[in-house]
Each structure stands twice: as C-alpha cells, then as structure tokens.
C-alpha cells in the first residue's frame, strides 16, 4: 500500500472516532439533563388548582377571596336628582316698562327686557337668578338644559332659527320667553367667534339679535358703510356729532333716519313711539367726507341730567333697487351704531 494511500486511511479512521465521540458525548448530557429535571420537578409543591364543585383525593384547592373595601376605597355616591327638580324654576314679573339690562354672567352675554324680579328655586331656596349665577349656584348651561327637558316634556314650546349661520333657541314659557345662542359665526375676515346669549323677555316680544366683538363692542353683523362716529359738545339737550364716511360697500346714499337716548342698562330715557324719533327729513351724511350734525333733543323729550349714557344712532342706505347686484342676499338697509356719551355737570 502506497504511502498516499495509507495517510487518507489514517484520516478517515480519525473523523471516525471523533464523531463517534462527540454522538456519546451528546447522549450523555441529554441524560444528564433530564435526570437534573426530574429531580428538580420532585422538589416543586404539589400543584394547587381553583376551587371546583368537586375535588380529587389528594389535590389542593385554594379559595380567592376579593379584597373588601374599606372607608377609605369607596367612592361616594352623589345623590340622583329628583325627577321634579329636573325642571326650569325660573320666575319673573312682567313689566313693559322694564328697561333692557345686558351684562357678562359665566362668560356669556346675559339679558333681559320687560322682565324684573328674575328667580330661580335651588331646592328648598328661592333666590335672585343674577345672585345664584355670580356665587356658581347653577350655571347657564344646566339653565339650557333644562330647558331643552321643558321642551321635551312638554312644559314650554320650543322653536329655532337661523340668523346669519347662527342657530338660535327659543323656548316660551306661560311667564316668559327664554332665547338662547351657543354658536360659532365667522365672519368675512376669517375669525371664529363663540357666541353665547342667554336672553329672558317678556312673552311675544319681537327680538332684533346683534352680535357684538368682546373685545371691540361694535356689531359684528353690520354692512361695511365705512363709517366712523365722534361726539363732541355734550349738553343736556344735544350733542354734535361728527361722521367720517370712506370706502365701504353702501348701494345709494347713506343718511341718518334717527337717534336715541338711553342710560347705560339701555332704558330709553323717555318711552316714546318709535316715529316719534324718525328726523323729517334725514341728516344726510356726505360720501367720502366728513359730516357734522346737530342733535337736539331739547323738542323731543327735554334736557337730561348729567350722567352717562348711551346713544343709538340709526343709519339708512337710500338706494334704488334696480341697482343691487344679483348675487346680494341679506342686505341690511338700516343699522344702528351705539355711542357712550356723558353729559357734564
């Protein structure tokens, strides 16, 4: 045999025994490991499994009892409102000389007109509705609320609609009429206002809404007239008035058709009929100008007394209604602008 031929005998014999022990190697160690198993399986506690109807010999069971609540763990329990009280308990007393009274209340304009003497019952305690709002008594959501399950139960009638994309809830009761907005407008500019009335009157009374800037007090709804008002000269029986006009997007001629005088919970100072204040004929108001013009209301409801008050001017477009352009909807012809005025001593 060849030298060659011996050495590759050699080789092969070795691989041979090696794998032969590296095999008895492997089988060892399994043995030896599940042997270790076994031994440390003979050492766990005998298996405990939940309590059954029935129970083999020899078997453990153990019982899980929840944990108990204590005092402490227990949330309270609010009492449920009774289904009575679930209800508006608004109260008020008619008045047509009652003046309109605007404020801020919960972050919303709160109003009333031709009403006084508004209360609320909150269980066993009546009182004033304006005292129960400022102290958080209630608020003027659960107010609309419960006015919203009047309606449903059939206790007041309910109707809305519509004014300027704003929806706008009326619920009249036997007593009174409650308007309530809780909307957003947005207006040409591209800003988002949250509106927010709650408004109390007197039964049937035809509301007029204007949606004011909070941070401005002007309307939000008003036609661009390009108008801007100074006073000047305050006496006790008139005022002059100064009107700039420029730009804006009137049809005709822009004028003054009337004025009133009001305190600052916007009761008129004199109760009058509305044509009574119509100026024959209108102040008119130059285009691209400005404009001075004298009130006198001396003839009208004589002079007043120093103070504060609130001016209401009302503006007409006199136009010819050939000339509105097709697409115009919703055009306001006549608008008001309220001016602070104060009457010096």
């Not at 002007?218 to 108008?227: A, Y």
């Not at 109760?271 to 119509?278: A, G, M, P, Q």
Request: hydrophobic share 35%.
């Amino acid at each position: 045999m060849s030298t060659r031929v011996r050495n590759i005998v050699l080789w092969l014999l070795l691989v041979l025994v090696l794998c032969c022990l590296c095999f008895f190697l492997g089988r060892q160690s399994t043995i030896y490991t599940s042997a270790q198993l076994e031994a440390q399986e003979s050492t766990l506690p005998t298996s405990i499994s939940p309590p059954t109807s029935s129970t083999l010999p020899g078997e453990q069971t153990l019982a899980l009892t929840p944990p108990q609540p204590t005092a402490a763990t227990v949330p309270p329990t609010l009492p449920a409102t009774p289904p009575e009280e679930r209800r508006l308990t608004l109260t008020v007393t008619q008045d047509d000389q009652a003046p309109s009274v605007q404020k801020k209340l919960q972050g919303w304009d709160f109003t009333y007109w031709q009403v006084t003497d508004l209360a609320i019952r909150l269980g066993e305690e009546t009182l004033p509705l304006e005292t129960a709002l400022e102290q958080g008594r209630i608020t003027l959501e659960e107010l609309d609320a419960f006015a919203k399950i009047d309606a449903a139960q059939g206790r007041c009638q309910m109707r809305h609609d519509t004014h300027l994309g704003l929806t706008q809830f009326l619920y009249r009761y036997p007593e009174y009429d409650l308007r309530i907005t809780q909307d957003v407008y947005e207006t040409p500019d591209g800003k988002q206002h949250l509106m927010r009335i709650f408004g109390v009157y007197a039964p049937g009374m035809d509301i007029s809404t204007t949606y004011q800037d909070d941070e401005t007090g002007l309307p939000l709804d008003l036609e661009d007239w390009g108008l801007d008002f100074a006073v000047s000269d305050p006496t006790a029986t008139g005022l002059t008035l100064t009107v700039q006009q420029s730009g804006g997007q009137q049809l005709g001629n822009l004028v003054v058709e009337s004025y009133m005088l009001f305190d600052t919970n916007y009761k008129p100072v004199a109760i009058l009929d509305d044509s009574c204040y119509l100026l024959d004929p209108p102040l008119p108001i130059q285009s691209q100008s400005q404009s001075t013009l004298t009130l006198d209301w001396s003839g009208l409801h004589g002079p007043v007394a120093p103070g504060a008050y609130r001016l209401k001017v009302r503006i007409q477009d006199q136009y010819d209604p050939a000339s509105v352009p097709p697409l115009t909807r919703n055009y306001h012809d006549s608008q008001s602008y309220w001016l602070d005025v104060t009457i010096p001593q």
